[in-house]
């Protein structure tokens, strides 16, 4: 448990670590590139320090660094200032993959290796649940009393458990030897970590590809991590090498499991079949450390992985602005390539089955306890319900900067106080998060509309989890989803969404997007804006919002003016209408346009920095 704790906490850090290296490294300090590499080379450079810490602490080492962790995670969690957070944070992710080779010499010493891989996806498990039952926001965004509470009692438990269990004894001589170093197997955990923070940790990755409710995507995934945590206390150290076929079978499913499921019927079950084969993969990669075949130093290896693992997000993300020789989605298959080599390799390598030894049921016995998490979450989720309406109504266009305010923090606490205060009943959002790994992994749009009890159109553009969206109080009917005519050349990749708005008597359409977001590239926002003016089609009663990158005198906005659209801040808007950034606005770059069958008044700008972007709102009427 206390392992299992670590790597809780650890894999907390990573992913604060990495939203804090891109929302306030690089978009509030203004970070170049150079030295964004050069922290990462720091912080994933200290596994290669395990070996130096383990020799001057001996057989304390593990218990002082997993103990650190844990401490920095609670700093972390105290500390509201996203620069601090990411001092904290590179500091945890630094120490706490010193820890993982660490944790491995110690249990191998003592002859427990087989709980190496139990302990990781128990700890994955644990974050999982912490992180579902706050409806897939981390803790260290979530404010008040409670969260600091939780993370003090488990770090309390953690470090309890960890000095207690572990500062005692020291491996001989020719032990430390043997066990200091890790098969090259542990090269694919950084590829392991990758799959499970993209894809089988996600709740809002299952949740879009299954279309089940996060609660129930919840569900899902914890009942996958109980299943894999079953199958890992089985098949370690069971396996002969004849095994290998079987093995290549099982890593051929987590290949299929990686590949694009959207509208996939089958996607829940293939999202358990991916779990339980990567949980068998850790399990069957970690039983190589056992006898001659461990020579390569553990403390390089995992360094290494953790680097494969960081330039697999990297390449994955990257994939959306930039065109790259593979697609963005190709990097989930590589890295279960990978792991599929390491299993059958492992296998083949292996001395041999040991069925004298038990298996232990303990982890997936908890993994199954936490199950009651998704339960209450289940027990607790109100699918929002539309009421009856008329214009007059009260409209908004908010771009949301994946849900980061202008310091760098996620807060959608603050978002949804700005979308409130306006009192609009339709809203138009963009740059919506659906469980991006770069933006906390947070289903934003799922999120919002429980709190706002509004349901919700999803339109994505970049890939299936990031996008436009329209959350509405009243019905919302005739649903069409376009993707721009030029895509082949823009990224991220565009699209809109064309909603009717039943409104009884009277059917107000509404059409959003989130145009090229180049300034001088005025050139590719064009064809996007005739696009949109096609499927307008000149029909009646209908808005056209969103965040369009261009200023009022561009030609794409000039375009939308001569299609005879009304520009409702030039109607009726007051001041300079200045939307982007939001701290200090230099440009009006976000609109609500209307037909002329339609009025507009109240114009309002909202001051509210919880985006980069200010959201802007108008009353419609006839």
Not at 231 to 255: D, E, H, M, N, Q
Not at 288 to 304: D, H, L
Not at 307 to 314: E, G, K
Not at 454 to 461: D, K
Request: charged content about 15%.
């Amino acid at each position: 448990m206390p392992l299992a704790l670590t790597f809780t906490f650890g894999f907390q850090l990573l992913r604060m670590w990495i939203t804090g290296l891109l929302y306030y490294g690089y978009e509030v300090a203004h970070a170049s590139y150079a030295a964004m590499i050069g922290l990462a080379v720091v912080v994933f450079g200290a596994a290669f320090f395990a070996g130096i810490m383990q020799r001057k602490l001996g057989a304390r080492a593990m218990a002082i660094v997993g103990s650190s962790v844990a401490l920095l995670r609670l700093i972390e969690q105290i500390n509201p200032a996203p620069a601090i957070d990411l001092i904290v944070s590179s500091i945890g992710v630094a120490l706490f993959l010193m820890f993982i080779p660490l944790c491995i010499d110690a249990l191998r010493a003592n002859d427990q290796g087989r709980h190496v891989a139990t302990s990781i996806l128990l700890g994955l498990s644990i974050d999982t649940a912490i992180k579902g039952a706050f409806g897939t926001i981390d803790l260290s965004w979530v404010p008040g009393l409670l969260p600091i509470m939780i993370v003090v009692v488990l770090v309390a438990i953690q470090v309890w458990l960890l000095v207690g269990t572990h500062s005692h004894g020291r491996p001989d001589a020719q032990n430390v030897q043997a066990q200091s170093g890790q098969g090259r197997s542990l090269l694919v955990l950084g590829p392991f970590f990758f799959l499970q923070a993209q894809l089988f940790q996600n709740i809002g990755y299952v949740s879009t590809v299954t279309n089940w409710a996060p609660p129930v995507a919840f569900e899902l995934i914890i009942l996958a991590n109980a299943f894999g945590l079953l199958l890992a206390s089985i098949v370690y150290g069971r396996l002969p090498r004849r095994a290998w076929t079987w093995t290549f079978a099982v890593g051929l499913i987590l290949i299929v499991v990686t590949l694009p499921l959207e509208g996939d019927p089958l996607a829940g079950l293939e999202m358990i079949a991916g779990q339980a084969a990567a949980a068998i993969g850790l399990a069957l990669m970690m039983q190589e450390t056992e006898g001659r075949f461990a020579r390569a130093r553990a403390t390089v290896v995992v360094g290494i992985s953790m680097v494969l693992m960081f330039l697999l997000v990297i390449g994955y993300y990257l994939g959306h602005i930039v065109l790259l020789p593979l697609a963005y989605w190709m990097f989930a298959p590589i890295a279960a390539v990978i792991v599929l080599i390491a299993m059958v390799r492992s296998v083949l390598k292996f001395d041999g089955p040991r069925p004298a030894d038990r298996a232990d049921w303990t982890p997936a016995l908890v993994g199954l306890g936490l199950m009651i998490l998704p339960v209450i979450a289940l027990i607790g989720w109100r699918e929002p319900i539309a009421i009856s309406g008329s214009l007059p109504v009260r409209i908004m266009s908010y771009n949301l900067h994946s849900g980061f305010d202008v310091t760098g923090r996620l807060d959608l606490g603050a978002i949804a106080q700005t979308i409130e205060s306006e009192q609009a009943d339709v809203i138009a959002l963009q740059e919506v998060s659906r469980g991006w790994l770069i933006d906390g992994s947070v289903d934003m749009l799922a999120w919002l509309s429980q709190r706002l009890n509004m349901p919700y159109v999803w339109g994505p553009t970049a890939d299936p989890f990031w996008g436009n969206a329209i959350l509405s109080r009243y019905p919302i009917k005739d649903v069409l989803l376009y993707a721009m005519p030029n895509n082949d050349v823009v990224r991220p990749q565009r699209g809109f969404i064309v909603a009717t708005i039943d409104l009884g008597d009277q059917a107000l359409r509404v059409i959003t997007t989130h145009l090229h977001h180049v300034g001088v590239d005025g050139e590719l926002r064009v064809p996007q804006v005739q696009a949109i003016l096609a499927a307008w089609a000149n029909q009646p009663a209908t808005i056209i919002l969103g965040d369009l990158n261009a200023r009022p005198e561009a030609i794409e906005m000039q375009m939308m003016r001569d299609a005879g659209l009304v520009d409702s801040f030039m109607s009726v808007g007051q001041g300079n209408g200045l939307t982007f950034g939001s701290d200090q606005p230099d440009r009006r770059i976000d609109y609500i346009y209307h037909t002329r069958d339609l009025s507009s008044s109240d114009f309002h700008v909202n001051p509210s920095t919880a985006s980069d972007h200010r959201g802007l709102a108008v009353t419609i009427a006839k």
